[in-house]
């Protein structure tokens, strides 16, 4: 088939295109894609690897507009990049704050972009609310990639809500790059093309409609697409009876050489999708050469059926409860949910955490008393070790997890559910390891909607429970007796003890390692409350967080705790959608349960305004942040030198985007951003940066674009001055009858930061479901290394 | 000489302002539907792609089914034994349509309105509607039922107390003769009643003659 580059096509492809970030420094990650960022859409990340078989694991941390929370979730890693999504539900106008924490297999914790988020900003995707049919004009027929049966062809445009310039009979109709307008029905409003009314013999497979819109003096004002599959009337027949199915099969095998280390990878993904009436089976695949038993497992595996009514999946999932208790986890094992309309009910159980084991380093005797206050030796096996203790290299125990969620329902208006969580270490699954622990969390959570959604009411509450070392087990009522109470070391009341025993000890160890015991103080309870508005054209949104010191989830581990405020944001919607003004300001304080010697306020004002004024004037966000940090901790007095804090920022940044036609059609990306932080405190910790990106994307034919930029980053502190600057050119070519598609980009990058980037990457399509693709990436740094990626992969459709 | 100039002009006008307007399209057509147009007295078989005007009537056989799309790609569902007549008037960009159902079950999926108006109309009660999913029902005699999936719809009756009220998610309401009406939580029988609704399964049999001729028959599953 052939492939045309239309309006929608170059849209999304300048969507891509703008979003792709050439990276920031980082000896982690070379380049971040994002596919698209449209409000209420799900926004899939790619972030490429330089070498990934060096890195544990990826999580992206979000934020929308006027939170000051991320929120956190696992990226996958496959091959050469980790892939993510951020869920529509955060896909929020105006714009989206991200970084990435990446684990590291010898256990550091880098981020992306460096020092992020605390010294330096996170990335910022712009969310659209703009989609293609900005024209008016609307498909009505086919639906995208519906299969129509080749005697019930019919395409039908409306162009009642068309804008007043376009001229519905200039329109041009074609079916792939043949002109079918003379065939189609022009009647006031709508156009329509029936197959019957077609002389020639359109063929079963997939097809292109490309619609050309024009205005009254003949000017092109805007190209729509959109694929469908024509099949026969019995095959369409079939299909509604049958199990239909269809599996993706992809094989890669890749060389990487960094500092002069080669090393050959390869992974098959293999996916396999299908369905029997409501039935669907979902099953994926992908195995690596990185699977090793000294890293947490890469491998992926999951099969999922499913039903309007019930689902179950087993393998890998990440399944999704009340942020607070258990989100964007990966869970080994099954997860199962049955949705009876008022009642529902989801349960999880599985591996969060593979068993490694440590090693031993050295041996000590038991009158070793200066090596077994160190924090690596543990008691080993005498009899097998010939010695009572030992150095180790820790390792880590497997961690299940069994979660479980009724709920119930009253259509949109009324969702009330309850959770528990329960989670805890094998202790018999490694030799060599340290302090197993033991999770429980209770959690409920509220919503209800009225006035169509309007408003929106939402509360979710959870407390846990801990062991933070349950290698002892639980204690005995005798035990409990001596470590506890005016005998024992711990000032706690025995009889306490003993009625948490009695309550808990069915799910956890219960002895001198459990906590909190005094539940009643909140230090271990997480709760929020938010109510939504949406009237007038505002969309408010006011939302009380509390987070106890001591709150944990096995199910969510990078939840913020000790902090307690609240935020609201308001997004207004103006000018008939043509204006959106976005105002948030929220207020924190932590120290709740005062385990410090001052207490923080986090402050943060922020606000933004984007202009969507039309076709051809350029799109425009400003926005404005501030940060205020501080504590009432003397700043002048050094005892306070490390625990006084007093410091603001100011954060401004622009962005322009412009879709024009100079001779040919071009996309054009402008973005600025500074910010500068005055840390007040002895430290002087004061930081500034800025930077700015420009983009051009032109479109010289349906075969040859070309797309170019350049980055500029300059940073300031007392510690790291940073200054470097990126350009870069690349270009796309289709050749071989659109079969063959090369693209290249070079991205020398100069300053403090200095290599030079090449991209090489051709696919092939040899059949129409068998493909070949071929990958070289050169990464050289001058005076230190020339690192390079060469990978070739097949694909292969059934 | 003037009036010479006037008269095709004012003829041109004429046959505008004559000329119905344009409310939707029949996309699919399953066994016996029939379509009349406003200014005709007879019924004939529709065909897929037939434009419908304002003020054109569909009905539809046994195990037929009738898709009709709004030019605003709003959606109805013409079920089985069902007659509707189609209503719509063209205000500068606007199209406010209003869909009368004599009798039958008829699904909906309506885009979201802006200013525009979506009224269904029956004997008993009219339903407004901005943005949402759900069927009506209106039995032989003649009182109306409507289950609603997504949104809500103000309803209100044409007789009697001439009650009015709002339908949410996940409700329906019934109108009966007296017009009175009753809004209540829709069980899970409406639940499979409308996923019925919106299925479009077809089954076809190929029958052979002795004399070699073939013809295929096809219905409603």
């Known amino acids: 088939m052939i492939k045309e580059r239309s309006f929608p096509w170059y849209f999304s492809l300048f969507i891509t295109f703008a979003l792709i970030t050439f990276a920031q420094p980082s000896d982690v990650i070379s380049r971040i894609e994002i596919k698209q960022a449209i409000s209420n859409q799900p926004i899939e990340i790619r972030a490429d690897l330089f070498n990934a078989s060096e890195i544990n694991s990826v999580f992206i941390a979000f934020k929308t507009f006027g939170e000051t929370e991320f929120t956190r979730r696992e990226m996958e890693i496959r091959s050469s990049a980790a892939f993510g999504v951020i869920p529509a539900e955060f896909a929020v106008p105006p714009s989206i704050e991200y970084y990435l924490l990446i684990s590291m297999l010898d256990g550091e914790l880098r981020t992306y972009p460096f020092g992020s988020p605390d010294q330096t900003p996170p990335e910022r995707i712009s969310i659209s609310e703009r ?418 010191n001591d709150y944990t989830s096995f199910g969510q581990s990078f939840l913020r705790t000790d902090v307690a405020g609240f935020n609201i944001v308001d997004r207004i919607r103006m000018l008939n959608n043509k204006v959106f003004l976005s105002l948030g300001y929220e207020r924190l304080q932590d120290n709740l349960q005062e385990t410090k010697n001052a207490t923080t306020t986090f402050q943060t004002i922020n606000s933004s305004i984007s202009i969507y004024p039309g076709e051809g004037i350029p799109n425009f966000t400003l926005g404005f942040a501030r940060y205020d940090n501080s504590n009432d901790l003397s700043i002048t007095d050094s005892t306070y030198l490390f625990s006084a804090i007093d410091d603001g920022t100011n954060k401004f940044y622009a962005q322009i985007s412009h879709n024009f036609i100079w001779e040919i059609p071009h996309k054009a990306n402008l973005y600025l951003s500074t910010s500068k932080r005055d840390d007040n405190s002895l430290r002087q910790n004061n930081t500034s940066n800025f930077s700015f990106s420009f983009n051009l994307r032109s479109e010289w034919n349906n075969y040859f674009t070309t797309h170019s930029g350049v980055t500029y980053y300059t940073s300031e502190s007392a510690a790291l001055p940073y200054e470097y600057s990126t350009v870069y050119f690349g270009v796309g070519l289709l050749l071989l009858e659109n079969k063959l598609d090369l693209t290249a980009t070079v991205s020398p990058s100069f300053g403090d930061f200095e290599r030079q980037a090449l991209d090489l990457v051709a696919n092939y399509k040899v059949i129409d479901n068998f493909s070949l693709s071929l990958q070289l990436r050169l990464y050289r740094i001058p005076d230190v290394s020339t690192n390079s990626i060469i990978g070739l992969i097949t694909r292969y459709s059934l | 000489m003037n009036k010479y100039l006037l008269l095709p002009a004012l003829l041109v006008f004429n046959l505008y302002a004559l000329s119905p307007t344009s409310v939707g399209v029949l996309t699919k057509i399953i066994q016996t539907v029939e379509y009349k147009a406003v200014e005709t007295e007879n019924w004939g078989n529709a065909k897929l792609g037939s434009v419908v005007y304002d003020g054109d009537e569909v009905r539809t056989g046994s195990r037929s089914l009738a898709l009709l799309k709004f030019l605003d790609n709003s959606l109805i569902r013409v079920r089985e034994n069902s007659i509707v007549t189609i209503y719509g008037s063209k205000e500068d960009n606007k199209l406010n349509k209003n869909t009368f159902i004599e009798r039958g079950r008829v699904g909906f999926e309506i885009t979201d309105q802006g200013d525009d108006e979506f009224k269904f109309t029956t004997p008993t009660g009219v339903a407004s509607i901005r943005g949402t999913k759900g069927f009506f029902e209106v039995p032989l005699d003649g009182s109306m039922l409507i289950f609603v999936k997504e949104g809500i719809v103000d309803i209100e009756s044409l007789i009697g107390t001439k009650a009015s009220g709002s339908v949410g998610a996940g409700k329906f309401a019934k109108i009966d003769l007296s017009g009175e009406l009753v809004i209540e939580d829709a069980g899970s029988e409406y639940e499979n009643q409308f996923q019925a609704m919106e299925k479009e399964t077809v089954k076809k049999i190929r029958i052979k003659l002795n004399n070699g001729e073939e013809f295929l028959l096809e219905y409603l599953d």
């Open chain 1, 131 to 548: 989609t293609e049919f900005d024209d008016g004009v609307l498909i009505l027929t086919p639906s995208p990639g519906e299969k129509v049966a080749q005697d019930e062809l019919l395409i039908t445009l409306s162009f009642i809500n068309a804008k007043d310039d376009i001229h519905i009979k200039s329109t041009k109709l074609f079916l792939g790059f043949e002109d079918i307008t003379e065939y189609a029905l022009f009647a006031e409003d709508l156009i329509i093309f029936s197959g019957f009314n077609y002389p020639e013999k359109i063929s079963m497979r997939e097809q292109l409609i490309k619609i050309e819109i024009y205005d009254s003096l003949g000017n092109l004002k805007n190209t729509k697409t959109r694929s469908y599959t024509l099949v026969s009337s019995s095959y369409l027949l079939a299909m509604e009876d049958q199990f239909n199915y269809n599996i993706d099969l992809k094989g890669e095998t890749r060389n990487e050489n960094f500092n002069d280390e080669s090393t050959w990878y390869n992974n098959i993904d293999a996916r396999f999708k299908g369905n029997y009436n409501d039935l669907k089976v979902d099953a994926k695949i992908y195995a690596t050469s990185e699977e090793k038993n000294y890293r947490q497992p890469q491998n992926r595996y999951s099969a999922k059926i499913s039903t309007d009514w019930f689902d179950l999946s087993f393998g890998d999932s990440y399944p999704t409860y009340p942020e607070l208790i258990l989100s964007g986890k990966r869970v080994r094992g099954f997860d199962a949910g049955i949705y009876l309309g008022f009642f529902s009910l989801q349960a999880s159980y599985g591996e969060i955490t593979r068993e490694i084991e440590g090693s031993l380093l050295q041996t000590y005797p038991v009158d070793s008393t200066s090596a077994l206050l160190q924090s690596d030796v543990i008691e080993i096996d005498q009899s097998k070790y010939g010695q009572p203790f030992g150095r180790v290299a820790l390792g880590e125990y497997s961690r299940n997890l069994l979660a479980i969620r009724p709920s119930f329902n009253a259509g949109e208006t009324f969702q009330f559910g309850l959770t528990l969580l329960k989670s805890g270490d094998d202790k018999s699954s490694i030799e060599f390891g340290k302090k197993p622990k033991e999770n429980l969390v209770l959690g409920t959570d509220l919503r209800l909607r009225f006035d169509n959604s309007r408003i929106e009411i939402k509360g979710e509450a959870a407390m846990s429970f801990q062991n933070s070392d349950i290698s002892t087990g639980t204690l005995s009522d005798a035990q409990i007796d001596t470590v506890f109470g005016g005998n024992g070391p711990i000032d706690i009341d025995p009889d306490i003890v003993k009625n948490f025993k009695s309550i808990f000890g069915k799910f956890m160890d219960i002895n001198q390692f459990f906590g909190p015991w005094n539940p009643e103080e909140l230090s271990s309870l997480a709760a929020e409350a938010s109510l939504g508005l949406n009237y007038f054209n505002n969309n408010i949104r006011a939302k009380y967080i509390y987070r106890g």
